[in-house]
């Protein structure tokens, strides 16, 4: 069946260092990801997206990058904060509905 | 500021009792909105997708008489706990999506259940 995992459970990097994480799918059918921030006890936010025809899209610090040849997606943070910390899932939406990775807990080091 | 309204961010109940749970779009219409289910250091499990004016679309494993959803306007969806047990402890989170955000979620601040 689909599904939508990460790759590393844990991340921890210095403040000001870029942070790279990672996902990957299994449904070559998925034409569009989200990634979203879940800072402990509140709900996810919404963090960037990206369409199945697109490789690349850029926010404000952060870079989704997809690689659909290896059902591939990443999610860069630069200079990373203090408030960057915070749970990272991944989510690929289709059929009216979303479907999460597992997370990747990222931990700043002031 | 808040798109997605959910309340109450916390409760705590009796084993048996029922338990509602309301999820509110702020200044927009939801015609859909999704019910799902995270337990500590899990990822979110959709539970459900609730539909404004007709019966709500439960996934698989998930039972229906058990969680009731009501979507009775297009701006508010319930999510009844019934008959809790404390295996239904857990966080509760609902979301829709916003007119222009294409199909990215916004999502309610979550309610803690917890069942004693």
Known sequence: ?110 | GAVVSQHPSWVICKSGTSVKIECRSLDFQATTMFWYRQFPKQSLMLMATSNEGSKATYEQGVEKDKFLINHASLTLSTLTVTSAHPEDSSFYICSASFPTRGRGLFFGSGTQLSVL
């Open chain 1, 1 to 110: 069946g689909e599904s939508v995992g990460l790759h590393l459970p844990t991340l921890s990097v210095q403040e000001g260092d870029n942070s790279i994480i990672n996902c990957a799918y299994s449904n070559s059918a998925s034409d569009y990801f989200i990634w979203y921030k879940q800072e402990s006890g509140k709900g996810p936010q919404f963090i960037i997206d990206i369409r199945s025809n697109m490789d690349k899209r850029q926010g404000q610090r952060v870079t989704v990058l997809l690689n659909k040849t290896v059902k591939h997606l990443s999610l860069q943070i630069a200079a990373t904060q203090p408030g960057d910390s915070a749970v990272y899932f991944c989510a690929e939406s289709g059929a009216g509905k979303s479907t999460f990775g597992d997370g990747t807990t990222l931990t700043v080091k002031p």
